[in-house]
Structure formats: C-alpha cells, structure tokens
C-alpha cells in the first residue's frame, strides 16, 4: 500500500513542478495530471515522483494535521 501526503506546489516549469511539504521541497512530475495545476494548489505525489490528483486546500490540510500529530512533524504547508 502506498500513501500519498498533499503537497503545496510552489513553483512550475513545463511538465515539472517543485512542491513542498513539511518543510521539504522536491521536484515533481505533472505528467499523470489530468487538469491543469496552479501554483498553491495541493497535489498528490506517488512515491516515483508524479503528481496524480489535485487535492482541495481543506481536506489537504486536514491531512497534513493529521499526519503531524502521528508524525509529530509541524505542517507548515
């Protein structure tokens, strides 16, 4: 089983986009992107790097609330 945590994407060049998450940014593929992204948007990232889904900021930062009390990490997305 794989998770995914949201990611807020914070910068884009073509089919790439650099997305942060707790505090860690790396680059991500928007191949498998079936809409258009959107700087501050929140995505999905598989473990291999792709962006997936587009994820709204609500239940995005729910998530990530819920994963820094498990994780015991701040989100700062």
Known sequence: MCMAVPSRVIAMVGEMATVE????????????MESPVALGDYVLVQAGGFAYERVAPTKAQETLTLLSSVLGQPVTA
């Open 21 to 32: 998450c707790f505090g860690e940014q790396r680059d991500v593929s928007l191949m498998l």
